[in-house]
């Protein structure tokens, strides 16, 4: 089993900045991806940014780019980082990190192992 555990969430002010951080543990091999899905209130929940193992590849929902950016430790492979700047209001949910084993870059519900969540919340 492959566990994955958030921090970093909260409550920031419109045009602020948050970092999600994500430690995966477990049986958990290398060639992972991770990523992170988020969601809000009466809203489906959706897709945000996913990396791969080596950092070499990203993906990004369009409502995201330029803003967020997500990175891995290079020296903990297995611990990856969301860095949300110029937040929204919009961008306010439950952000829940995910891994799966297969290493392509995708954005679809494919990913085998999830967080349990952590809230964000951006006032206006």
């Known amino acids: 089993q492959v566990q994955l555990v958030e921090s970093g969430g909260g409550l920031v002010q419109a045009g602020g900045s948050l970092r999600l951080s994500c430690a995966a543990s477990?049986?958990?091999?290398?060639?992972?991806?991770m990523g992170w899905f988020r969601q809000a209130p009466g809203k489906e929940r959706e897709f945000v940014a996913a990396i791969s193992w080596s950092g070499g590849s990203a993906l990004y929902v369009e409502s995201v780019k330029g803003r967020f950016t997500i990175s891995r430790d290079h020296a903990k492979k297995n611990t990856a980082y969301l860095q949300m700047n110029s937040l929204k209001p919009e961008d306010t949910a439950v952000y829940y990190c995910?891994?799966?084993?297969?290493?392509?870059?995708?954005?679809?519900?494919?990913?085998?192992?999830w967080g349990q969540g952590t809230q964000v919340t951006v006032s206006s």
């Open positions: 995910v891994a799966k084993l297969s290493p392509s870059v995708v954005a679809g519900p494919v990913y085998d192992y």
């Open positions: 477990g049986r958990i091999s290398s060639n992972n991806v």
